[in-house]
């Protein structure tokens, strides 16, 4: 147990309230606003888990998640990051990749095998003899991979998602952030506040030195100018907070998207934000940058922000002895801060030899605190926890060991570039203040505050409030230039364009007058020879190992990240992001004696921080159409099926034969929803040349109160659509189009008219009709007495001479509901098509039922149709045709007429070129040999070749033998031609049919057309 | 005997309490626990969702839109703007096309409703009465329709797309073409003006059911709630 | 990347409402001008540009409008027309 | 244990005024072209030319997943044959390429999509290919994380299960041929960017790279998702592909979860599990050129929200990396491997949109005889660019051509 300080004005912890979570089993209580890593630590326990690769003990190192160290199982979720999850009542804790426990782990000894495991040593091992490979790489998956999923584990919580619009989006809720968020919001632009802490604050928050503001005077301390900052900022009508809320991707046109983790009053778990800015400040600060020597990762050892912080923030004194290897002024800050509170500190090692601020030099020496200049950490000891360290010099000629169970390490810092990097900005290496820094920024994105290598306070504000008035000049540059010049939100005169402009340059000259960018620490190395110095912590990948990788012929950071894995892991480069390259640089001058190259930074890709699938995919709402019969058809016993956008009754039955639904087709009269057709108005003085552009017939020809059938090609040929066009007007027409096509008629028409510029309209009426398909011997009889009820004795007359076959009418059925009837026959009987509007549709197909109950009506579905035409062989586009089937293929030819060049009609150039070509598929029927069963959809037609496939074919009850429509080579397409059928799972056993005449069923059309 | 009724693609799990049979239509006036009554639009705390999907909407298309005056009223010149007269909002969608809704309004005001009392004098060459002029077409039954209105009618659309409606350029009445929920919409947004914020929109009717849901399920945090047309025409009317 | 097209009707909106059409290969050509080789070259071939080219989109998730923009397939971004002169 | 750290694929030398042999583009087809010409042909003067370095575009930014149920009976062989070569390779380059044939299992969500399967499998199964249609419930117990209800917007209605395909290392691959290859002679030129191509009376005579002029009568263009627009740039010759960007992305590691590889179409989704233990994803891809391997907040959502319905336990994981390739689309998904024909001896090699993996050895060893005899063997005969004008696209898709790349 680690004493808490439970007094101190930075706490973000309340004492007073205990959260009681299990780990491994048993009840542990931490404090409300507790990590669960920091809760664990003052519970004491300094191992929270094993590395991947050599199941080295690691503990808290940072508090940022930086690095997989402090991941555990939390409720069943693998891979958590404990050192920035907050505490809940309840938790369940558990270790990873451990065999026993964290602390004492059977696994431990492959730390000793390392010899064994160079950089890329997988590549080069294993296969030989090749029956060794299957079996090790059965124990590679089993140690690889750190935490466990159940297969049928289910993600509690809810998940929302928004997408906020604003003007100014600000990543990072410190105090450059905070400043361009009120800059940007006092010009009335709406501003965004993304903070990935729960609290605002960043840098200031925990620091208690003096905040050096000449307008203050008042000896005000930094965490105060933070608190005054964010009640500021909270209480702006323009600026809305994201608080616990990281930014995990920053994309072109300043798209920004992260996720929050919800409150206690919040009613989402985590929500995905998405937001489309015009203009964005990045003010992430920094991350500090790991110190390279021997352990440099052993539980004990952690960064000074991480001391620093569990002290200030948590109440926790990290260790009893703790000894200090830094490079920078916030180094000596924090070691000064921590002997106040309480810390014994052994000794104070500083990379400088010189430039540190005197003030700090002062404090420490009066406390008599040991400050080695010119000295680092060389080696951590301890084989679980930290239990001394030596110190040297830079070159390594003295040396001096303590004891001690702390050691707070840091080479310095480094920008987190992260979010300008993915939104295309280019890094360099600048050596003074040893960033990468941007060299070209994305378009209408400002960075601010310590990424730039400002340490003053006030400098770091300043620069956070000319970030916002960059952004805030940008948002009204883009209101200006908007395309509505209607203006009435934002005063956006070329006046206030100016103004701004130059509280621009005023702001910018005052920030010169400020302290610039601080020098920072050089690259150091402890001068040792690496073979446990880890450059990335998640893949156990040490200095030594990328000193391999580069003799191997890797010379590139982001080659070697790959060989050896440094900064794929969990915590996203965190921890390598800044070493690696400027190792590699180093080395690779060293090794060519050269002058040093420059070192070039490692990709880094989103999500910045991981984010959980289920926070990503949000709610996620399944969009589906339905038609107005969906829940009389459900009733029904329809067995539904997801096809295309829609939701359609497939079968009426269990029996997916659909053979009761067939036979009452055939023999009584059925009633299917075909409201899912695609229905169209198209009229305007242009109207037919559109037509005649798009159907490969002549459109000329469709005469009034006919119907006409025809098809719709691609420019290869392929029919793409087919359907029935009728004459409303003169350039009036109402036509019908494949299910699966009706979203993209319209898209299509105006495609290919684009260069024309005719006048003409279309109108998707696809939802507002709904379309009963009334088919069988007694339709005739069941639509008289639908429409006999109040029409005038001429439209009453239906009879095969009134209403012939492709003959379209108008009815009102009760002087209420309009009718558009079609006499067509796709199922091959007497058969009509009801176009009724959609809010209607439940009355009308109830009238229809009444009236058929006599003739025994009964629902039929998709699949009792399919076999129903197939019969018929009547196409269905996609089933009997295909990319390599055209117009003529499918026996459709005519249909196209070859005069109407002018139209330049789609596809009848490719079909003109093809005509004559004798190798192309073609559509057959055919019956299956000696009474043989039908073939699967999907079986081959082969010789020692395959020559084509089956299309649809069944075992037909209407004509009691097997038949089906095949696709085959032209040679195959004669009629007797004996196809032999290759089938899966036939083990070689082929079955044979025989080219026949097309249709099957009813041959000369009677029943469909009289 | 087979009862002639229209069906709504929308429906909302509430009980109505009162009702009008409109033209075939079983319009919902009014449902149980809708809050307050009488409703003050400018003063209320509360999230609202009605369904017009039986309103009245036209589809309008020519090359020359400045000829075309529906119910006499011109039709707006810049793109994406919408012009609201009394019952008739019109949507201008592009250089050739605008689209009309016929709302209901309150019945004690002055105002009339477009469908049932506009008069057209021209004999022939009608360009404003879609029932005469054939560069109209009748599309109620293409979508549903809904309107949303309360305080937080953009916390709730903000779920749901991406779409910016608080953008400053706009000046309410404005048309927005473009997803919600995935789903291709025109939305016109009436008003931004706090409790009084709210938006009319429509899609293809098909997707009637699962859109519901969708705004449902977001707007379950800001307790939106079903109401009937009434609540609908105090809102319109104060605009 | 982000891609982002301002819509002649709408703006500028998100590049996910609309559909790609094509690039620019001019108006549809004459039937009877038609060889299989010039079909193939209007119908199939690309330029495949690494830089600036002009091509058709259309509005699916709005207007419905098709339009052509200018759009840099390095960076998959629009930009002017006077860039793609350059 | 493993002795001195040399470098794998030799050092860096200057380059030549003449080669015999000019391979543009440092991939996985270059490297295995350049291979098998040295070691099946003699050919050894072979320089490959590479912009940035090996496995810089499409060799180290794909699925991994190879596989041999192709649709159509041209591309079924030339598949099989390519995964017939890992073990092979992994002997012969003495390089571990990590092929973990754990089979693929490929998800059907209709009626309609289960047809379509049968007809792949029997494609397959006609030519000696392992693969079965299974149903839901044997899909589940192949992999107990699927979810099978109905409840979700693509239903399982089973699966094309193919046990013969897995996954294999992309990266060792890259280093292994390259190894390989200089082994026998061939030099690699990374950070050298061909810049022209010469012609002389309808013949080639030289390359133009950043580095100098080189003089060579054979060029083989295979720089992946870079060659359409390379060959036109440089040729002038025009082709039926558009470049498209495709993403993918893993999550932390987790202990073994997923034992085969799942795919769906309907989802445009993938998943495998890694040797590492990542759930490695893939996506759909935006269906505009691009040049471009930037990410995006629409995919990795996409995917998110796909896996959420499939794969539900993957909820409970996190994202962790997400990165694009390019994937050169043809009309019919199948390859361009042509060459010697509008100018002698230029060839090139591309179009394989998101097959390029999985095919790379056999594409190398073909294109290695093509070059070395001038004329194109059986095998990739079919996959001609002439087909395109004589309306013989291959199939490979049924999908009808709009004026918008499929995938």
């Known amino acids: 147990m680690v004493t808490r300080i439970t007094q101190l004005p930075t706490l973000r912890i309340d004492p007073a309230q205990k959260v009681v979570f299990d780990y491994k089993g048993k009840d542990y209580a931490g404090f409300k606003g507790d990590t669960i890593a920091t809760a664990l630590y003052h519970n004491g326990v300094k191992i929270f888990g094993r590395s991947l690769k050599y199941h080295r003990p690691r503990g808290l190192y940072s508090l940022d998640g930086e690095c997989s160290n402090t991941c555990m199982e939390v409720d069943g979720i693998p891979n958590v990051r404990t050192e920035n999850t907050l505490l809940k009542q309840g938790m369940k804790v558990k270790e990873q990749n451990v065999k026993g426990s964290a602390e004492n782990d059977m696994m431990g000894f492959i730390d000793k095998l390392d010899f064994m495991m160079p950089a890329g040593f997988y590549y080069r091992t294993m296969h030989k003899p090749a029956v060794l490979w299957p079996v090790a790489m059965k124990q590679i998956r089993k140690a690889a991979g750190i935490g466990t999923i159940s297969p049928d584990f289910e993600m509690p919580g809810r998940f929302e998602q928004i997408f906020p619009s604003a003007d100014v989006v600000v990543i990072g809720g410190g105090p450059a952030g905070m400043n361009a968020a009120l800059a940007a919001a006092d010009k009335g632009l709406r501003v965004v506040i993304m903070e990935s802490r729960p609290w605002l604050g960043g840098f200031f928050d925990y620091r208690t030195v003096d905040y050096r503001d000449s307008e203050y005077k008042k000896n005000k301390q930094l965490y105060i100018r933070a608190k005054e900052l964010a009640s500021k900022v909270e209480s702006h009508s323009g600026i809305r907070v994201f608080k616990h809320a990281s930014v995990v991707g920053t994309y072109t046109n300043n798209l920004v998207t992260g996720f929050q983790i919800g409150g206690e009053k919040d009613n989402f778990t985590e929500r995905y934000i998405e937001i489309r800015a015009k203009s964005v400040v990045v003010a992430a600060g920094c991350i500090e940058r790991p110190l390279l020597f021997e352990n440099n990762e052993r539980p004990g050892v952690m960064q000074v922000g991480c001391v620093h912080r569990l002290a200030r923030t948590y109440g926790i004194i990290a260790g009893e002895r703790a000894v200090f290897s830094v490079g920078h002024d916030l180094g000596l800050e924090a070691a000064i801060d921590l002997f106040d509170l309480g810390m014994k500190i052994l000794c104070v090692a500083d990379v400088r030899e010189d430039g540190q601020n005197p003030y700090l030099m002062i404090e420490l020496a009066k406390r008599n605190i040991l400050l080695l200049k010119g000295w680092v950490v060389s080696e951590a000891h301890g084989s679980k926890r930290v239990k001394g360290v030596t110190m040297t010099t830079l070159d390594g000629t003295i040396s001096r060991d303590f004891e001690c169970d702390l050691v707070a390490a840091s080479a310095g810092f480094t920008p987190i570039n992260g979010h300008l990097t993915l939104a295309h900005a280019k890094l360099r290496y600048d050596s003074h203040t040893n960033f990468f820094v941007a060299d070209t920024m994305p378009e209408r994105t400002y960075s601010a505050g310590r990424m730039l290598g400002l340490e003053d306070s006030l400098s770091i504000e300043v620069s956070g409030m000319l970030a916002g008035l960059k952004a805030a000049l940008e948002c009204k540059k883009f209101y200006d230039a908007g395309i509505c010049k209607t203006s009435d939100g934002v005063a956006n005169s070329q006046e206030s364009i100016n103004q701004l402009s130059s509280e621009i340059d005023t702001v910018t000259a005052k920030l010169k007058e400020l302290p610039g960018t601080a020098r920072g620490s050089k690259f150091v190395n402890a001068p040792v020879k690496g073979r446990k110095s880890f450059i990335c912590f998640d893949e156990d990948t040490t200095i030594k190992n990328i000193k391999q990788a580069v003799e191997m012929g890797f010379d590139v950071p982001e080659l070697i990240k790959r060989f050896t894995s440094a900064g794929t892991g969990p915590g996203q480069g965190g921890i390598p992001g800044h070493n690696l390259p400027l190792y590699v640089a180093k080395y690779t001058a060293a090794k060519n004696s050269s002058s040093g190259s420059h070192p070039k930074p490692t990709n880094v890709r989103p999500p910045l921080v991981p984010t959980f699938i289920s926070t990503y995919a949000g709610r996620k709402h399944i969009m589906m159409k339905r038609t107005p019969m969906d829940q009389m058809q459900r009733a029904d016993g329809g067995v539904f099926r997801k096809i295309g956008v829609w939701e359609r009754a497939r079968y009426f039955s269990n029996d997916f034969s659909c053979k009761k639904e067939i036979e009452n087709v055939r023999n009584n009269v059925g009633m299917l929803d075909g409201s899912t057709l695609g229905k169209f108005r198209i009229h305007g003085p242009d109207a037919l040349k559109a037509l005649q552009r798009v159907y490969v017939s002549d459109m000329s020809k469709v005469k009034a109160g006919r119907i006409k059938y025809s098809a719709m090609c691609n420019d290869d040929g392929c029919v793409i659509d087919d359907g029935v066009v009728i004459k409303l007007g003169e350039n009036d027409y109402y036509f019908t189009t494949s299910t699966a096509r009706a979203g993209s008629t319209i898209e299509w028409i105006r495609y290919h008219t684009r260069f024309d510029g005719w006048d003409f309209y279309l109108v998707n009426l696809t939802d507002s009709m709904g379309v009963i398909n009334l088919s069988g011997p007694n339709a005739r009889k069941v639509l008289q007495k639908v429409i006999s009820q109040d029409n005038d004795a001429s439209i009453q007359d239906v009879s095969n001479e009134a209403f012939p076959f492709s003959g379209y009418r108008e009815f009102m059925i009760k002087n209420t509901i309009p009718v558009k009837a079609m006499r067509l026959g796709f199922v091959g009987e007497l058969s009509y098509e009801l176009h009724v509007p959609s809010s209607y549709m439940v009355s009308l197909w109830n009238m229809v039922k009444e009236a058929g109950k006599e003739f025994n009506i009964q629902n039929f579905g998709v699949e009792a149709q399919n076999v129903l035409r197939m019969e018929k062989c009547h196409i269905i586009l996609g089933q009997e045709s295909e990319q390599r089937t055209n117009l003529l293929d499918l026996g459709l030819g005519f249909l196209w007429d070859r005069t109407k060049k002018d139209a330049k009609t789609i596809g009848a150039a490719a079909l003109r070129h093809a005509e004559n070509d004798p190798t192309r598929f073609r559509l057959v029927g055919f019956k299956m040999e000696d009474n043989g069963r039908a073939p699967n959809d999907g079986a081959l037609i082969v010789d020692d070749k395959v020559r084509g496939y089956v299309c649809t074919a069944r075992d037909s009850f209407t004509l009691n033998e097997a038949v089906g429509m095949a696709l085959v080579e032209s040679h195959l397409a004669e009629i007797g031609t004996r196809l032999a059928i290759f089938e899966d799972e036939c083990k070689g056993e082929l079955i044979y049919g025989k080219v026949v005449p097309m249709p099957f069923y009813d041959p000369d059309g009677r029943r469909m057309k009289s | ?239 | 990347m982000s891609l982002t097209i301002t819509c002649p009707v709408c703006g500028k909106r998100d590049g996910y409402e609309f559909r790609f059409g094509g690039e620019d290969k001019g108006p549809r050509p004459e039937e009877d001008s038609l060889t299989p080789q010039t079909w193939c070259e209007y119908v199939h071939l690309n330029k495949s540009v690494a830089g600036v080219q002009k091509e058709w989109w259309v509005h699916k998730d709005g207007c419905g409008s098709w339009f052509t923009i200018y759009r840099n397939t390095v960076m998959n971004v629009e930009v002017q027309e006077s860039e793609a002169c350059r | 244990m493993f002795g001195k750290y040399k470098p794998m694929w030799g050092e860096k030398t200057q380059l030549k005024s003449s080669y015999d042999v000019v391979i543009i583009g440092g991939g996985l087809h270059s490297l295995a072209t350049a291979y098998f010409l040295a070691k099946e042909h003699g050919i050894t003067d072979v320089a490959i030319i590479e912009k940035n370095y090996i496995g810089f575009g499409g060799a180290g930014r794909n699925t991994a997943i190879v596989r041999a149920n192709q649709r159509t009976q041209y591309n079924v062989p030339l598949y099989k044959e390519a995964l017939d070569l890992w073990p092979v390779l992994t002997k012969e380059l003495d390089y571990n390429l990590m092929f973990n044939n754990c089979g693929n299992l490929n998800l059907m969500h209709s009626e309609a999509a289960m047809k379509a399967a049968r007809m792949t499998i029997a494609t397959a199964q006609f030519h000696g290919v392992e693969s079965h249609l299974i149903d839901a419930k044997e899909a589940k117990e192949l992999v107990p994380a699927l979810n099978i209800s109905e409840d979700i917007t693509y239903p399982i209605h089973g699966a094309m299960f193919h046990p013969p395909g897995g996954v294999v290392r992309h990266d060792a691959v890259v280093w292994g041929l390259a190894r390989g290859a200089a082994k026998h002679g061939v030099e690699i030129h990374q950070q050298t960017e061909a810049i022209a191509i010469n012609t002389s009376n309808g013949k080639i005579v030289s390359v133009e790279t950043s580095r100098g002029s080189i003089s060579t009568n054979k060029v083989l263009i295979s720089a992946g998702g870079y060659s359409a627009g390379l060959i036109y740039k440089m040729l002038g010759i025009k082709l039926p592909i558009s470049v498209l960007t495709i993403q993918a992305m893993v999550t932390q590691p987790v202990k073994p979860l997923l034992n085969h590889v799942v795919s769906s179409g309907a989802y445009h989704c993938y998943a495998n599990q890694t040797l590492k233990g990542e759930i490695a994803t893939g996506a759909h891809m935006d269906h505009w050129p691009n040049y471009t391997t930037q990410t995006t907040a629409h995919y990795i959502k996409h995917q998110a929200e796909a896996l959420s319905e499939f794969l539900p336990c993957l909820r409970g994981l996190r994202f962790m990396r997400i990165w694009a390739g390019l994937a050169d689309m043809t009309p019919d998904m199948a390859p361009i491997l042509d060459g010697n024909d509008q100018i002698e001896g230029f060839y090139f090699n591309c179009g394989w949109g998101y097959f390029g993996f999985k095919s790379c050895t056999a594409s190398g060893k073909y294109m290695a005889q093509f070059m070395a005899d001038g004329e194109a063997p059986d095998m990739i005969k079919p996959f001609n660019l002439k087909r395109y004008e004589q309306h013989k696209l291959m199939g490979e898709t049924a999908e009808l051509v709009s004026y918008t790349p499929n995938n």
């Open chain 2, 1 to 239: 005997m087979v009862e002639i009724k229209r069906y709504s693609p929308v429906s909302f799990k509430a009980s109505p309490k009162r009702t009008e049979i409109r033209d075939n239509f079983t319009v919902v006036l009014e449902y149980e626990g809708e809050g307050q009554q009488p409703f003050d639009p400018s003063n209320s705390k509360d999230n609202y969702i009605v369904d017009l999907s039986h309103i009245t909407r036209f589809d309008v298309q020519s090359s020359n839109l400045d000829d075309i005056t529906p119910f006499g009223i011109k039709i707006p010149q810049g793109l994406c703007e919408s012009y609201l007269q009394d019952s008739v909002l019109i949507n201008r969608m592009n250089r050739v096309q605008a689209s009309i809704f016929c709302l209901p309004v309150k019945k004690d005001e002055s105002s009339k409703e477009c469908q049932f009392d506009f008069q057209c004098s021209c004999d022939s060459d009608c360009k404003c009465d879609p029932k005469k002029s054939s560069a109209y077409t009748e599309t109620t039954e293409v979508g549903m329709c809904m309107a949303i209105f309360g305080k937080n009618t953009f916390s709730i659309t903000e779920k749901l797309t991406s779409l910016d409606f608080l953008d400053p350029v706009k000046k309410t009445p404005f048309l927005y073409q473009g997803p919600m929920s995935h789903i291709p919409c025109q939305i016109i947004t009436l008003s931004r003006d706090g409790a009084k914020s709210g938006i009319i929109f429509t899609a293809s009717r098909g997707y009637g059911k699962d859109m519901t849901h969708a705004i449902m399920d977001a707007g379950a945090e800001f307790g939106l709630k079903p109401a009937g047309e009434d609540r609908f025409k105090s809102w319109a009317g104060s605009l």
